[in-house]
């Protein structure tokens, strides 16, 4: 058997049900093809004949899934959690959640590419996989505990391991339960923390004593010393600011003088962009970006605002989802849409206490906190499965307000600043933002690079930031957005941190740029000659199979790439907005030439086997074709 590079070349296959736990080859899902991550994820649920069963069926997978370059020292730690998605609305869909920590690397290093999870098991229970071996152990004493103290005994009996877990909210089916590892990296979008809940599956463990085989270290060392010489390994513009609170003074300054003890990250990762702080009587705990969501609604408390995240991340909830929940909150209960008892709740500080100091201070908060989130994760709280379900419930202007928040598919507003990252957001089965901050933070202030990769660039097409009155630019914006899509599959696949991984890191044409890097590093762990032309087939190939998905299973068609009617009507506020309502019938011809680009038929949406076929996916077009839903 030849000696494998970059994969270890097994999928663990776990059967709940049966009690069955085995392996399968990598190689049997064109790992070439594919790479790994979301990749990865998705050409073995289509090799499942993607199951139409709802989310919470034993049959319904749970897969996790690293890359070739994960275990690597650098930005390369990361995992790719998929499968259908009860947080998704209308309908369930398959999608994807990454998440960071020690735990991708110690799956690497435990000798495992994946793994894929079935069934359902009687009671409660934990896998362990500590190197080659894997189990199912009892978890009835860990069932009801949160994700802190889950972690913390299961680290008891597996010293040094790294632990997956869900708290409360995931057990009791929550649609916006998270799946998390150490203490800010999780799985957070999707709602799989409920798929491992209805599993009855508390915690994955794992420990790996074995190595990354790199094919051509000599190679890799050489590359990654360039990036150090040229100041870039160990500093970059996305590396320092998630370290601290995002939700303004006096909280930033006062968590980093008072509490912050050291910064953290991703294992083997050199940007560390997280901070660890320390809150006497509130909780220990790491923070980037959005933990700090109940930040903008305290006034300024920053015991309320790290209490909000310890409590989301004990508990298990998605932490956007809350930034979502609360601006409904305190918009919907203030004009009289819904009120608190609708809520479940006695006390919403920001309209209650309104005009006192910090909203009456830190037990005015905590009793608001407690409350809101011990009724999302115990599944009392009609917010439990998810805003855009909730409103269906609390009624016609709860609706009204849901659709303002919500563009598409179930998740909250998050960066649509130009055209090209709403037709993202409207092809997509979630919001994409975890992984696809190109549009925003590249392309619309660096029209010299957007120009580089031959994509639209500059203050025109990006408003976010700017003075209200720019344009939405709707020429060539297809171009842009399948660019930033096929990036988007490549860091998932890889796998690499989005902020390692953005069109201006490592820029330096026509000698380097970041796809150069991703092919250069990719041959080098692998020792298989990847360049430039060929990695971005796979990263298409990859988007291709992810629509083959949608169009097979969810029957997705033309109709259903858009946005909520708010967005062609009215934009959100804040800089996250377009500059203005989208135009439809521009919209619609960009959808052609979108569509035309990525070779599917323009009246449905639907690959065509043209293009398939020159992607080396036949027997996706003969799957397609069979169900009648070939463009």
Same mark, same amino acid.
């Given at each position: 058997?030849?000696? /494998?590079?970059?994969?270890?070349?097994?999928?663990?296959?776990?059967?709940?049900?049966?009690?069955?736990?085995?392996?399968?080859?990598?190689?049997?899902?064109?790992?070439?093809?594919?790479?790994?991550?979301?990749?990865?994820?998705?050409?073995?649920?289509?090799?499942?004949?993607?199951?139409?069963?709802?989310?919470?069926?034993?049959?319904?997978?749970?897969?996790?899934?690293? @890359?070739?370059?994960?275990?690597?020292?650098?930005?390369?730690?990361?995992?790719?959690?998929?499968?259908?998605?009860?947080?998704?609305?209308?309908?369930?869909?398959?999608?994807?959640?990454?998440?960071?920590?020690?735990?991708? $690397?110690?799956?690497?290093?435990?000798?495992?590419?994946? *793994?894929?999870?079935?069934?359902?098991?009687?009671?409660? /229970?934990?896998?362990? *996989?500590?190197?080659?071996? $894997?189990?199912?152990?009892?978890?009835?004493?860990?069932?009801? !505990?949160?994700?802190?103290?889950?972690?913390?005994?299961?680290?008891?009996?597996?010293?040094?391991?790294?632990?997956?877990?869900?708290?409360?909210?995931?057990?009791?089916?929550?649609?916006?339960?998270?799946?998390?590892?150490?203490?800010?990296?999780?799985?957070?979008?999707?709602?799989?923390?409920?798929?491992?809940?209805?599993?009855?599956?508390?915690?994955?463990?794992?420990?790996?004593?074995?190595?990354?085989?790199?094919?051509?270290?000599?190679?890799?060392?050489?590359?990654?010393?360039?990036?150090?010489?040229?100041?870039?390994?160990?500093?970059?513009?996305?590396?320092?600011?998630?370290?601290?609170?995002?939700?303004?003074?006096?909280?930033?300054?006062?968590?980093?003088?008072?509490?912050?003890?050291?910064? +953290?990250?991703?294992?083997?990762?050199?940007?560390?962009?997280?901070?660890?702080?320390?809150?006497?009587?509130?909780?220990?705990?790491?923070?980037?970006?959005?933990?700090?969501?109940?930040?903008?609604?305290?006034?300024?408390?920053?015991?309320?605002?790290?209490?909000?995240?310890?409590?989301?991340?004990?508990?298990?909830?998605?932490?956007?989802?809350?930034?979502?929940?609360?601006?409904?909150?305190?918009?919907?209960?203030?004009?009289?849409? /819904?009120?608190?008892?609708?809520?479940?709740?006695?006390?919403?500080?920001?309209?209650?206490?309104?005009?006192?100091?910090?909203?009456?201070?830190?037990?005015?908060?905590?009793?608001?906190?407690?409350? !809101?989130?011990?009724?999302?994760?115990?599944?009392?709280?009609?917010?439990?499965?998810?805003?855009?379900? +909730?409103?269906?419930?609390?009624?016609?202007? +709860?609706?009204?307000?849901?659709?303002?928040?919500?563009?598409?598919?179930? #998740?909250?507003?998050? =960066?649509?600043?130009?055209?090209?990252?709403?037709?993202?957001?409207?092809?997509?089965?979630?919001?994409?933002?975890?992984?696809? =901050?190109?549009?925003?933070?590249?392309?619309?202030?660096?029209?010299?690079?957007?120009?580089?990769?031959?994509?639209?660039?500059?203050? *025109?097409?990006?408003?976010? @930031?700017?003075? %209200?009155?720019?344009?939405?630019?709707?020429?060539?914006?297809?171009?842009?957005?399948?660019?930033?899509?096929?990036?988007?599959?490549?860091?998932?696949?890889?796998?690499?941190?989005? #902020?390692?991984?953005?069109?201006?890191?490592?820029? =330096?044409?026509?000698?380097?740029?970041?796809?150069?890097?991703?092919?250069?590093?990719?041959?080098?762990?692998?020792? *298989?000659?990847?360049?430039?032309?060929?990695?971005?087939?796979?990263?298409?190939?990859?988007?291709? !199979?992810? %629509?083959?998905?949608?169009?097979?299973?969810?029957?997705?068609?033309?109709?259903?790439?858009?946005?909520?009617?708010?967005?062609?009507?009215?934009? @959100?506020?804040?800089?996250?907005?377009?500059?203005?309502?989208?135009?439809?019938?521009?919209?619609?011809?960009?959808?052609?030439?979108?569509?035309?680009?990525? @070779?599917?038929?323009?009246?449905?949406?639907?690959?065509?086997?043209?293009?398939?076929?020159?992607?080396?996916?036949?027997?996706?077009?003969?799957?397609?074709?069979?169900?009648?839903?070939?463009?």
């Amino acid at each position: 058997m030849d000696k /494998v590079f970059g994969w270890t070349g097994k999928i663990l296959w776990v059967d709940l049900t049966k009690r069955k736990i085995t392996s399968v080859p990598t190689s049997d899902f064109e790992k070439e093809k594919y790479l790994g991550g979301v990749g990865l994820n998705t050409k073995i649920f289509w090799e499942m004949g993607c199951p139409t069963v709802e989310a919470y069926h034993p049959d319904s997978p749970l897969l996790i899934s690293i @890359g070739p370059l994960t275990g690597a020292a650098g930005p390369f730690n990361r995992a790719e959690v998929c499968g259908i998605a009860p947080q998704s609305y209308p309908k369930e869909m398959f999608s994807y959640s990454g998440f960071g920590g020690k735990f991708p $690397a110690e799956l690497k290093y435990a000798g495992y590419d994946g *793994i894929v999870i079935l069934g359902k098991s009687e009671k409660p /229970v934990y896998l362990a *996989i500590i190197d080659d071996k $894997a189990t199912l152990e009892d978890a009835k004493s860990l069932w009801g !505990l949160d994700t802190f103290e889950t972690q913390k005994t299961l680290l008891g009996k597996h010293p040094a391991a790294s632990v997956l877990t869900i708290g409360p909210a995931g057990e009791n089916l929550s649609r916006i339960a998270i799946i998390l590892n150490e203490t800010a990296s999780a799985a957070g979008q999707g709602g799989y923390g409920a798929v491992m809940g209805s599993k009855n599956l508390k915690a994955v463990v794992v420990k790996g004593t074995g190595t990354l085989k790199i094919a051509r270290p000599d190679d890799l060392i050489s590359l990654i010393q360039a990036r150090k010489d040229a100041g870039e390994w160990l500093k970059g513009g996305a590396q320092s600011w998630g370290r601290y609170p995002l939700c303004g003074e006096p909280i930033r300054g006062n968590m980093q003088a008072r509490y912050m003890k050291r910064v +953290a990250g991703c294992h083997g990762c050199t940007y560390q962009c997280m901070g660890f702080y320390d809150m006497p009587g509130v909780g220990k705990g790491a923070q980037m970006c959005v933990e700090a969501w109940y930040g903008w609604f305290s006034k300024g408390s920053s015991e309320g605002y790290w209490e909000g995240n310890i409590l989301t991340q004990k508990l298990g909830i998605n932490n956007y989802e809350m930034l979502g929940i609360m601006s409904f909150i305190s918009s919907a209960v203030r004009n009289g849409t /819904v009120s608190k008892k609708d809520l479940g709740l006695t006390s919403i500080p920001m309209i209650d206490n309104a005009y006192e100091s910090e909203y009456g201070g830190q037990k005015v908060h905590h009793q608001f906190l407690t409350e !809101l989130l011990n009724g999302i994760a115990d599944g009392k709280s009609v917010l439990s499965q998810g805003l855009a379900r +909730a409103a269906e419930k609390l009624g016609t202007g +709860a609706v009204a307000a849901y659709n303002s928040l919500y563009p598409a598919s179930g #998740y909250t507003r998050h =960066h649509i600043e130009c055209v090209g990252a709403a037709l993202h957001w409207a092809t997509d089965t979630r919001d994409p933002y975890n992984s696809c =901050h190109d549009y925003t933070s590249v392309f619309g202030p660096n029209p010299s690079i957007a120009a580089h990769f031959g994509v639209p660039g500059g203050d *025109i097409t990006y408003s976010g @930031g700017s003075p %209200r009155g720019k344009k939405n630019i709707y020429e060539k914006t297809e171009l842009q957005t399948a660019w930033v899509q096929n990036n988007q599959c490549l860091k998932n696949s890889l796998t690499i941190c989005e #902020y390692a991984s953005m069109p201006n890191i490592f820029f =330096h044409p026509p000698e380097m740029d970041i796809s150069i890097f991703q092919s250069k590093v990719l041959s080098a762990v692998t020792g *298989i000659d990847i360049n430039v032309e060929k990695l971005w087939e796979a990263a298409e190939s990859i988007w291709m !199979l992810r %629509r083959a998905v949608m169009v097979l299973r969810e029957d997705r068609r033309r109709e259903d790439d858009t946005l909520s009617n708010f967005w062609f009507e009215r934009v @959100g506020g804040g800089a996250e907005s377009l500059s203005g309502p989208l135009d439809r019938t521009l919209w619609e011809a960009l959808k052609d030439r979108y569509y035309t680009l990525r @070779g599917w038929d323009v009246k449905n949406g639907w690959p065509t086997r043209a293009k398939l076929e020159a992607l080396g996916m036949k027997s996706v077009a003969d799957k397609l074709a069979s169900a009648g839903k070939l463009g």
